[in-house]
């Protein structure tokens, strides 16, 4: 039996972007940010173009191992650092669970800041924040 037109669009698409290749864009724009890049600036570390890059970030391309390989090479950071997750990552889930309740801009900035921060500083900070933040009944 063929297949009709419309029982292909019922089929999965595995080279459709997905939740994932959004939350990975995401990690890549923090990787990309950290370590002080403009989008034009990887893209030419890369050979890409910017709106290649662009579209990376915001998931709206698949990110192929190899070329991950290559960003993470670019960016300074481990391969896991795209996939790895200390809040137990799942599929759907937002990247940083712990920072769900902001912005990308505010949770980039907070991470940002702390990442530069001397461990000493960074340990009363966040000290400082767990103290103001606390409900009565967690002292």
Do not use: C, W
Not at 33 to 53: D, H, M
Not at 118 to 135: A, L, Q, Y
């Amino acid at each position: 039996m063929a297949a009709t037109g419309s029982d292909k669009s019922t089929k999965h698409n595995p080279r459709a972007v997905t939740e994932f290749d959004a939350e990975l864009g995401e990690r890549i724009r923090i990787a990309r940010k950290l370590a002080g890049y403009s989008q034009t600036e990887l893209a030419e570390k890369l050979g890409l173009t910017f709106q290649q890059v662009q579209k990376y970030e915001q998931g709206k391309n698949r990110i192929a191992a190899g070329r991950l390989v290559d960003l993470a090479d670019a960016l300074g950071k481990p391969l896991g650092f795209f996939y790895d997750n200390p809040a137990a990552f799942e599929p759907g889930e937002p990247i940083f669970q712990p920072l769900k309740g902001l912005d990308p801009d505010t949770a980039q900035r907070v991470l940002t800041a702390l990442e530069r921060a001397d461990p000493k500083v960074r340990r009363s900070i966040v000290n400082m924040i767990e103290t103001v933040t606390s409900d009565e009944s967690d002292r």
